[in-house]
């Protein structure tokens, strides 16, 4: 079945240093989501990407689909202690599929 | 944040006791997840329901069953509870508007299985 990698597991940074997070699919994706999640919360819907290389921005964080819709990546931009939780990748083959998540990457900036 | 609700927040079973999980929603969406939380594992998807009484399974399903009988209400069933279910579990939805759309989960319900 279909399978979502996400590298680093974890990621120590300090407050002020870029953080980025990759996931890979087996399968080609329809669509990729990313979600955040706050030390004891639930996830939170990011943002969506949809096209071959798409590119999204908001604020400081920076989104992107790879051209063969199997892999995306995170990057965050001078990180900030608000930025702390574990970072989701979740990924459908078809438009309405099932939401297959990765296994996240748990972030930590030290202030 | 969405209108779902899961009950209960917290509990506490004993091994090879049926639980039942509830994850109730007031905004008429299609789709309804279960999903479990577990250190290292992410979110794994345990069943999902794309309608009333239409439900499939997801990739760890052994050991639970689930209904939904109307759209707002989604059941998860431990029938014989076991530790390695000890987990949090996730409750999420997602509407029906093409090209994907994205889920929105409740707060989670904390499983402790001993």
């Known amino acids: 079945g279909q399978q979502v990698m996400q590298i680093p597991q974890y990621q120590h940074v300090q407050e002020g240093e870029d953080f980025t997070t990759y996931c890979n699919s087996s399968?080609?994706?329809?669509?990729i989501q990313w979600y955040k999640q706050r030390p004891g919360g639930h996830p939170v819907f990011l943002i969506q990407?949809?096209?071959?290389?798409e590119v999204k921005k908001q604020k400081r964080l920076t989104f992107q689909f790879g051209e063969a819709k199997k892999n995306s990546s995170l990057h965050i931009t001078a990180t900030q202690t608000t930025d702390v939780g574990t970072y989701f990748c979740?990924?459908?083959?078809?438009?309405?599929?099932?939401?297959?998540f990765g296994q996240g990457t748990i972030l930590t900036v030290h202030p | 944040d969405a209108g779902i609700t899961q009950s209960p927040r917290h509990k506490v079973t004993e091994t090879g006791t049926p639980v039942t999980l509830r994850c109730h929603q007031t905004?008429?969406?299609?789709?309804m997840y279960w999903y479990r939380q577990d250190p290292g594992h992410g979110l794994r998807l345990i069943h999902y329901?794309?309608?009333?009484?239409?439900?499939d399974k997801g990739e760890v399903s052994d050991g639970y069953s689930v209904s939904r009988s109307k759209t707002e209400d989604f059941l998860l069933t431990l029938e014989s509870a076991t530790s390695s279910q000890t987990s949090v579990y996730f409750c999420?939805?997602?509407?029906?508007?093409?090209?994907?759309?994205?889920?929105?989960f409740g707060q989670g319900t904390r499983l402790t299985v001993v």
């Open positions: 999420a939805i997602s509407e029906d508007r093409g090209l994907g759309t994205e889920a929105f």
């Open positions: 399968t080609t994706l329809s669509n």
């Open positions: 990407l949809v096209k071959s290389g």
């Open positions: 979740a990924g459908r083959n078809t438009s309405y599929g099932k939401l297959t």
């Open positions: 905004e008429n969406h299609r789709y």
């Open positions: 329901s794309y309608g009333v009484k239409d439900t």
